[in-house]
């Protein structure tokens, strides 16, 4: 009995200690494997990029800010934050650990959206973050969403929710995994067509659809860029454009913004509203009511990035 214990603990020692290795090989190898936004998360850890404009929102911040416009506009660096899936809660943690590694920006524009001031406990692409648990503003993050944290500190188990991630690290670690970062500078570029959701959404909320508004989280947010402006960083807010006939089904818009303007002036701080842009009025510029397609961006980055010379 004794004998048959000691085999089954020597197993069950030998099995935890190859989960631990293979766990490591496959953080390890996702860190070098430009899947997905890996590359954002490598840079903004490691540091030193130390740009004087910064881009923070969502992933209408990831794929509407194209730094490299940007930049030739301005004559200065650009990198973008966008957050994939986010609101203002998880952007501010992202700009907190940003700026735990990097020179502060001289300039920061945030890409506000509707539900910027809402919270989102199944945040999108969360398993992307898991390589990176060690840090303190990650641990934060993930322990925002709905998933148990425990399971975060299981070995193998904690790349459970996007099993691809295993393959993609063991291949990477040992250099067999390559592929072309998708982002530049932190912007994601793409061109994909309409995908059909908006026409669902629309007769779903034929009489209309309110935006879920949480004052304390505006409040915050309020008070952070006060922070960051007494920090000599200067402050912009844009919304960037929308699907005209998905403004139409919103009841508060007008609200809203409204609030976003007055509050903006308060802080002495430039609000630039392009929701309802001519942009706007085409199908032909969306690949679905909230995010622009490729000749949507292009026009767009044109019209914004003159507005930062001139402004």
């Known amino acids: 009995m004794n004998k048959f214990l000691l085999k089954g603990l020597i197993f069950f020692f030998i099995c935890l200690g190859l989960s631990y290795v293979l766990d490591y090989m496959i953080q390890e190898g996702l860190k070098t494997s430009n899947y997905r ?61 940003y700026l735990s590694n990097n020179i502060k920006p001289k300039e920061l524009i945030w890409s506000l959206d509707y539900h910027s001031f809402t919270s989102v406990p199944d945040y999108y692409g969360f398993e992307q973050l898991v390589p990176y648990r060690e840090n303190s503003y990650v641990q934060k993050m993930l322990s925002m969403h709905e998933t148990p944290n425990y399971q975060f500190q299981i070995p193998l188990f904690r790349y459970s929710y996007n099993p691809k991630m295993k393959v993609i690290g063991i291949y990477s670690y040992f250099g067999k995994y390559h592929r072309e970062p998708i982002l530049i500078y932190g912007y994601r570029k793409q061109n994909k067509k309409w995908d059909g959701n908006f026409d669902l959404f629309k007769k779903q ?86 995010h622009l397609n490729q000749q949507g961006m292009d026009s767009w980055m044109g019209e914004f990035s003159e507005n930062l010379i001139t402004n």
Not at 50 to 62: D, F, P
Request: glycine share 6%; proline share 2%.
């Open 37 to 97: 936004e890996i590359t954002k998360w490598n840079e903004v850890t490691q540091g030193g990029i130390n740009a004087e404009i910064l881009i923070v929102g969502s992933s209408r911040a990831l794929v509407h800010f194209d730094c490299e416009y940007i930049e030739k506009a301005t004559g200065k660096s650009c990198y973008n934050l966008g957050f994939d899936g986010t609101t203002y809660p998880l952007q501010k943690l992202m700009l907190e650990l």
């Open 205 to 290: 909320n034929s009489k209309g659809h309110n935006v879920v508004f949480k004052e304390e989280l505006f409040h915050d947010f309020t008070a952070l860029n006060q922070q960051l402006l007494n920090q000599k960083i200067s402050i912009e807010w844009v919304v960037a454009p929308y699907l005209e006939e998905y403004n139409k089904l919103l009841y508060n818009r007008s609200e809203l913004l409204e609030l976003l303007y007055d509050t903006a002036g308060q802080l002495k701080a430039p609000f630039y509203d392009y929701s309802s842009s001519e942009i706007s009025h085409s199908r032909n510029n969306f690949y679905n009511a909230t």
